[in-house]
Nanobody, 126 residues
Framework: QVQVVESGGGLVQAGGSLRLSCTAS????????MAWFRQAPGKEREGVSY????????AYADSVNGRFTISRDNAKNTVYLQMNSLKPEDTAMYYC???????????????????WGQGTQVTVSS
């Protein structure tokens, strides 16, 4: 069966960096667009970043643009999120998601993603 597993979360001071990883198995990874979402307590899950199946196209939420970088290695079935200049407002559970087919041009639509990981917690202290 399909498994999506995130790692790399933790506690970091404001201004610090973390690198999240997400490895998917049980699917043909190169056929899936991948995205990172996050959810803070009491808030809706929101899209953070997206990378197309080829890795050519990427997108970012305005709140992280210029600080976060998404990348993927299809040979390793892994997508990464490099997070720099972290802020306390980045504190959230971060989820990785895979989308094999999209009926919309928007990468932010959660219901477009077929597979999700369990999440990794990122906490940024001030």
């Amino acid at each position: 069966q399909v498994q999506v597993v995130e790692s790399g979360g933790g506690l970091v001071q404001a201004g610090g960096s973390l690198r999240l990883s997400c490895t998917a198995s049980g699917l043909y990874f190169a056929a899936y667009d991948m995205a990172w979402f996050r959810q803070a307590p009491g808030k809706e899950r929101e899209g953070v970043s997206y990378v197309s199946r080829t890795g050519i196209n990427t997108a970012y939420a305005d709140s992280v643009n210029g600080r976060f970088t998404i990348s993927r290695d299809n040979a390793k079935n892994t997508v990464y999120l490099q997070m720099n200049s972290l802020k306390p407002e980045d504190t959230a559970m971060y989820y990785c998601a895979a989308r094999g087919f999209a009926s919309s041009t928007s990468w932010r639509l959660k219901n477009e993603y077929q597979y999700w990981g369990q999440g990794t917690q990122v906490t940024v202290s001030s």
